[in-house]
């Protein structure tokens, strides 16, 4: 049980090196809060700083998740233990991420967790993660909303274990898919009530296939 309880709690720490705050600081001290939506994450340095800088935000954050997926689980063990490797990568999947969302070292004010959680995904469920990103495109060249896309992605993952994976449902990786989309649904509560109301950013520019239907 200690083994569980160190690995996750370096994946939590793990989790709490923003991108978008290391990036900031190589930046002469840009603090993404303080711009934009305020989010932390790569979208918002994308509108608010540009592609570069939106690239090396997106590559911390997926890079941690496959860190703590990958290499943290295979540790040396520091006893007996309790749960399965696969469970126990879970586990450290599902730190990181709350690591990024809820950083104990930024007031718990930190991003959406998309990016870390796909580098998990990559990492645990790469099958399911290709049809996540196929659905996420999609959605993207049909309406242009990153925060649509990003929920249909989640929608995706729990088809796709469904479909693919039903024997899985009720076992660690339902757990864990189902906990995600809960989590990242959440952290879009925001964006569900813009987009209900209109009022949702669109990346008009993505939005090729959307604009290409309409003619």
Excluded at 67 to 86: H, K, N
Excluded at 116 to 131: D, K, Q
Excluded at 172 to 194: C, D, P, S
Aim: with cysteine; charged share 15%; proline share 2%.
């Amino acid at each position: 049980m200690i083994d569980l309880i160190v690995k996750t709690l370096l994946a939590y720490l793990l989790g709490n090196l923003m991108g978008g705050q290391l990036m900031g600081c190589l930046r002469g001290g840009i603090d993404l809060r303080t711009v934009g939506s305020g989010n932390v994450g790569a979208t918002n340095a994308l509108r608010t700083q540009g592609k570069g800088f939106a690239l090396g935000v997106l590559a911390i954050d997926v890079l941690k998740g496959v860190i703590a997926a990958l290499l943290l689980p295979r540790l040396p063990s520091l006893g007996t233990l309790l749960v399965t490797a696969q469970e126990q990568a879970y586990a450290c999947g599902v730190a990181v991420v709350l690591g990024h969302c809820y950083p104990a070292f930024a007031g718990f004010r930190g991003g959406k967790g998309v990016a870390t959680l796909a580098g998990v995904f990559a990492t645990l469920l790469g099958a399911a993660l290709l049809w996540m990103l196929l659905a996420f495109v999609l959605v993207i060249l049909l309406s242009g909303y990153v925060s649509l896309a990003t929920l249909t992605a989640a929608a995706t993952a729990i088809a796709w274990l469904a479909i693919c994976e039903p024997q899985q449902l009720f076992a660690a990786t339902g757990l864990f898919v189902l906990a995600m989309a809960v989590l990242v649904t959440w952290k879009h509560r925001e964006n569900i009530v813009r987009l209900a109301r209109g009022e949702e950013h669109r990346f008009e520019k993505a939005r090729v296939l959307g604009r290409w239907l309409q003619r």
